[in-house]
């Protein structure tokens, strides 16, 4: 049995974090009109959420749910700044406080409520979660530039349908593959 967080236990808790932030993105993107500005695509967004929810909720390692954080978060802050850039709004230090900003909200919790920083939940010496977090925010961050790198070699179009949201989802579904196997 889990221990319990108020009225969740943890699994539950993280699956009603999930749904809160796919949500929250479903909102902001229909209020907002961030699909019209969008840095990556809202397909890929929701994937990347309902990854998370489903990770957790099979019991997947981790690392393996991490991975999928981070890349959920790393999508967040691409909306967020094309958004700002949409609304002209420029001011210091834009990009480095969206960053900061999203991972305070994302591992903060997490942090707090015990999902992550347990002594035994480590491998290499890093809290799962986090090292997950880590590498999918890189691969999903270089998935997404190399993408934009392919389609301005290739006169500003994809090279095959849907590659906007094949390359993320794709390294971060190989990454999820390769963790599987080194954590089994």
Known sequence: MQPKIGLFDKHSLLIYMTILAVSFLIIFWLILGVAKASAVCPVCTIAIGAGVGLSRWLGIDDTIAGLWIGALTVSMIMWTL????????????????????????????????????????????????????????????GSAKWYEQLKTKNAGHAQFPFQKVVMPVGAIAILSLLFYILTK
Not at 91 to 108: A, E, H, K, M
């Open 82 to 141: 094309s958004w700002f850039e949409k609304k002209s709004w420029n001011f210091p230090w834009r990009t480095s406080l969206t960053v900061v900003g999203y991972y305070l909200l994302i591992v903060v919790p997490l942090f707090y409520t015990g999902i992550m920083g347990h002594e035994l939940n480590k491998i290499w010496g890093i809290d799962k979660l986090l090292l997950g977090i880590i590498a999918g925010s890189a691969a999903f961050y």
